[in-house]
């Protein structure tokens, strides 16, 4: 089955700094990726995703960049604000199969202020 | 917007006992899910549903059942709760012919079993 690695488990960057969470899966037939952003004592929610059969996705101040051949992808945060400090989760899925999202463990971002 | 309500936040059981943590939504939708989340695992399948009395089971649905009597509601059953189940449960749900898409999620319910 899918595998996801989430890298790396805790990040701390200064305000107005970008961030950078990695991901990789195993199952070269996934075709969706997502990433979930987790606040203190809430549910995770969807902030961004992107298919196979698209290379970069941005929106506002995120960014999503897919590599499958190498099959991995990233999320980019930039001029990090003090709201962004949250959880994040990459997942992955065949989005045509029917199948669950698989998601890596999660980084725990800080923005310090 | 779409609301996904869990029982309770926090739960505190013994050992052995039954324990029943309920999930409903207020979008009708289809697929409905389960997952336990512990610090360094992330987020884990537990079981899934994409029907009324339809069930899957995830990637870890040892010691755990569900139970799908309506469509807006999804309930994780405990058998006989035991300490490794303390953990975070989240439910989720998202609408039929997209069960890869946004699955919005409830707040969760802490479950301590002592």
């Known amino acids: 089955g899918e595998n996801v690695e989430q890298h790396p488990s805790t990040l701390s960057v200064q305000e107005g700094d970008s961030a950078v969470i990695k991901c990789t899966y195993s199952?070269?037939?996934?075709?969706?990726f997502p990433w979930y952003k987790q606040e203190l004592g809430k549910g995770p929610q969807l902030i961004i995703d992107?298919?196979?059969?698209?290379g970069e996705k941005k929106d506002q101040r995120i960014a999503v960049t897919l590599n499958k051949t190498a099959k991995h992808f990233s999320l980019h945060i930039t001029e990090t604000q003090p709201e962004d400090s949250a959880v994040y989760f990459c997942?992955?899925?065949?989005?045509?199969?029917?199948?669950?999202?698989?998601f890596g463990k999660g980084t725990r971002l800080s923005v310090i202020a | 917007d779409v609301k996904v309500t869990q029982s309770s936040r926090y739960l505190v059981k013994r050992t052995g006992e039954k324990v029943f943590l309920e999930c409903v939504q207020d979008?009708?939708?289809?697929?409905m899910f389960w997952y336990r989340q512990d610090p360094g695992l992330g987020l884990r399948l537990i079981y899934f549903?994409?029907?009324?009395?339809?069930?899957e089971k995830g990637d870890i649905p040892e010691g755990y059942s569900v139970s799908r009597e309506k469509k807006e509601r999804f309930s994780l059953i405990l058998e006989s709760a035991s300490t490794n189940q303390t953990s975070m449960y989240l439910c989720?749900?998202?609408?039929?012919?997209?069960?890869?898409?946004?699955?919005?999620f409830g707040p969760g319910t802490r479950l301590t079993v002592t």
């Open positions: 997942a992955a899925s065949k989005a045509w199969g029917n199948t669950p999202l698989v």
């Open positions: 199952d070269s037939a996934s075709n969706y």
């Open positions: 992107i298919r196979s059969n698209v």
């Open positions: 979008m009708d939708h289809e697929n």
């Open positions: 549903s994409y029907d009324v009395k339809m069930k």
């Open positions: 989720a749900s998202n609408p039929r012919g997209q069960i890869t898409y946004e699955q919005y």
